[in-house]
Nanobody, 112 residues
Framework: QVQLVESGGGLVQPGDSLRLSCIVSGTSITEISGLAWWRQAPGKERELVAGITNGGSTVYAPSVKGRSTISRDNAKNTVFLEMNSLKPEDTAVYYC?????WGQGTQVTVSS
């Protein structure tokens, strides 16, 4: 049974950085063709933030491109999302997704 567990969220100030982690269990991430981070802000639809294939290709939402980096550590079976220059509009619950399974999410709140 594949499980995705996110961590690393929290309350930060505008301009701060965060690194979110998604630990995958039940399978090797090398067997997963693509992993992605999504987010959902209150009252809004869930949106794709960034994705990475098992070949290392990446894609980013325009709103985070240039200040976010998605990466994967196959040895740790973990996917990361590093976000810099955080803005209040980045406030959301961030979810890890492998095209079939979702994690429980981790809350990111950007506020002064």
């Amino acid at each position: 049974q594949v499980q995705l567990v996110e961590s690393g969220g929290g309350l930060v100030q505008p301009g701060d950085s965060l690194r979110l982690s998604c630990i995958v269990s039940g399978t090797s991430i090398t067997e997963i063709s693509g992993l992605a981070w999504w987010r959902q802000a209150p009252g809004k639809e869930r949106e794709l933030v960034a994705g990475i294939t098992n070949g290392g290709s990446t894609v980013y939402a325009p709103s985070v491109k240039g200040r976010s980096t998605i990466s994967r550590d196959n040895a740790k079976n973990t996917v990361f999302l590093e976000m810099n220059s955080l803005k209040p509009e980045d406030t959301a619950v961030y979810y890890c997704h492998d095209r079939e399974h979702w994690g429980q999410g981790t809350q990111v709140t950007v506020s002064s």
